[in-house]
């Protein structure tokens, strides 16, 4: 990696090949690097390789603007998003730009300087780049370490367990009885796609959530394929895929009975009703926990089958014959999946600091969603909950790339975000499933008021984008202005108010 650059990208995921394209297109002067701490690029595609790992989101939405999806299922595979992002990266000339094994261990900006100092640890060994400007694109979750809780009994089970986060290579379950811990985003991937093989799969979850069956493929899109520009075709599903999803986002925030009605009304007749009501109708509404898609109906059409059992119920311990239920019933399992979620992790795992004092993220204001208030020329890729991770992150690029322009067009070499005082706060991911709640309150916070939100609404967004003034709330220095402190940001409490801080969490799902 060069000693010196002028953007610095962490992360080559979605959200950093997306950022780097940008660059390429908006600023093709300034030099950039992208670390990646993994051996390869992907992220979140390469990362994940339990069975029929997939999207939630649609491809019209989870992929990039100036690369239209081709593929023919709208809810695509795991390999093949890896393959397109890839292909994306290699066609731009972005993989010359990324650099492997690359892990960014802390940040440290100068004022003086006017520069970034960044630690990476290169195979076991130190290396340091400076930058005028660092972009965070890894993601916030913990690539190394899934949520794994420690079961009383575990080390009698006479099974095998596996987290979807880390799934054996070696993995063989033909002809097993298989539970699997959890009813979220994974879970309702991982069952229908090893029910195909094993004897039977059993799915336990504490309390019910959320699954909506959704098209894996646009009937319509792949008829007009041979007639229609892709870029044509690509921009009909990209809003027809938005203002379904605004919709009944919206609606599950304003008529939350109503949005409910509509999901339970699409599971109707897909299973029997008597399961449909024990164990798909949650507790809380749509959209205060992640709303799970199930392509095609797979996940129902599996437990219409007998294939697959759901069992609604707690753990009381493991055993060695499987998973004993608080009511005493005994779960035999071969193979135990613990498809309980994710850490959260800002930033990475890396820390910061301005001019030798640490950033506490827990008592910053985030600069609409993208920048830390006090934190000079930094950035970071924050996607939506509710909607597909590239819709935000194309926004943010393109706002940055905004600003590094404004910077270079009138000779700036520092701009900060300073947060005003007597703003209240909230959490920055507003959503009451489990493993978000776990570990929120360590990320930055969102104000009561403009330019210091990140609205859940990629409508609202991109209207507040497109009119948007890089100075709003933005202190600038000069290139070589001798400057040794900056302004101070108001800081937000610790403990923010959240929409579920009263509400039970009652599920623990992982993203896919």
């Known amino acids: 990696m060069p ?4 953007v610095l990208i962490i992360g080559a995921g979605i959200s950093g090949v997306g950022m780097a394209y940008r660059l390429q297109e908006r600023l093709p002067k300034l030099t950039y690097a992208i670390a990646e701490a993994r051996a390869v690029s992907g992220g979140t595609w390469d990362l994940f390789r339990y069975p029929g790992v997939r999207s939630d989101s649609d491809m019209f939405t989870l992929s990039y603007p100036f690369k239209p999806w081709e593929g023919k299922d709208a ?14 990266a290699d066609e731009n000339g972005i993989s010359d730009h990324i650099y492997y094994q690359h892990k960014v261990v802390d940040a440290n900006w100068s004022t003086p300087d006017q520069a970034w100092t960044v630690t990476l640890d290169v195979k076991g060994k130190k290396h340091t780049v400076k930058a005028n400007y660092v972009h965070l694109a890894a993601g916030y979750y913990d690539y190394d370490k899934g949520n794994d809780p420690e079961f009383v009994g575990r080390a009698d089970f006479k ?16 002809g097993k009885k298989v539970v699997v811990i959890g ?50 075709l690509h921009r009909y599903g990209r809003a027809k895929s938005i203002v379904q999803n605004t919709f009944i986002y919206q609606l ?50 599996a437990v219409k089958s007998g294939k697959v059992s759901v069992v609604t119920n707690t753990i009381d311990r493991f055993v060695p014959e499987g998973i004993k239920l608080s009511d005493g019933e005994v779960l035999e399992a071969d193979i135990i999946i613990t498809a309980t979620g994710l850490i959260l992790k800002p930033l990475g795992g890396a820390t910061m600091s301005v001019d030798g004092k640490p950033v506490d993220l827990a008592t910053a204001f985030a600069y609409r969603g993208l920048m830390i208030g006090g934190v000079p020329n930094a950035s970071m890729t924050v996607g939506y909950i509710n909607s597909s991770w590239t819709l935000r992150a194309d926004l943010v690029s393109k706002f940055v790339t905004s600003l590094l322009k404004h910077m270079q067009d ?16 909230r959490p920055i991911l507003d959503l009451a499933s489990g493993y978000i709640q776990r570990y929120i309150q360590a990320f930055p916070k969102v104000g009561s008021r ?15 984008f497109g009119r948007a003034k890089v100075t709003d709330d933005m202190t600038f220095y000069k290139l070589g202005d001798a400057i040794t402190k900056l302004p101070e940001s108001a800081q937000a409490p610790a403990e923010s108010a959240s929409a579920f801080a009263d509400s039970p969490v009652v599920a623990v799902e992982a993203a896919s």
Not at 3 to 6: I, R, S, T
Not at 159 to 174: L, N, S, T, V
Not at 186 to 212: D, F, G, K, N, Y
Not at 450 to 464: E, K, L, T
Request: with cysteine; glycine share 6%; charged share 25%.
């Open 3 to 6: 000693e010196q650059v002028d």
């Open 75 to 88: 809810i695509a595979e795991g390999g093949d998003i890896l393959d397109y992002l890839r292909e994306t």
């Open 159 to 174: 099974g095998q367990i596996w987290h979807p986060q880390f799934w054996p290579e070696d993995a063989e379950y033909a």
């Open 183 to 232: 009813s979220g985003a994974t879970a309702a991937t991982v069952v229908p796609a090893m029910a195909e093989e094993a004897e039977h799969v059993t799915m336990l979850q504490r309390t019910p959530s959320w699954m909506i069956p959704v098209p894996r493929r646009d009937k319509l899109i792949n008829r007009l394929r041979p007639y229609a520009p892709s870029i044509v």
């Open 252 to 301: 599950s925030r304003i008529r939350p009975e109503a949005a409910n009605n509509i999901v339970a009304g699409l599971q109707k007749g897909r299973i029997p009703e008597d399961v449909r009501k024990e164990h798909f109708t949650p507790s809380y509404n749509v959209w205060d926990q992640r709303l799970c898609a199930v392509p095609s109906g797979d996940f129902f059409r």
């Open 410 to 425: 009138k000779g700036y070499g520092i701009a900060v975000p300073v947060a005003p005082d007597g703003m209240s706060s």
């Open 450 to 464: 403009a330019p210091w939100v990140m609205p859940q609404s990629y409508v609202r967004d991109m209207i507040d």
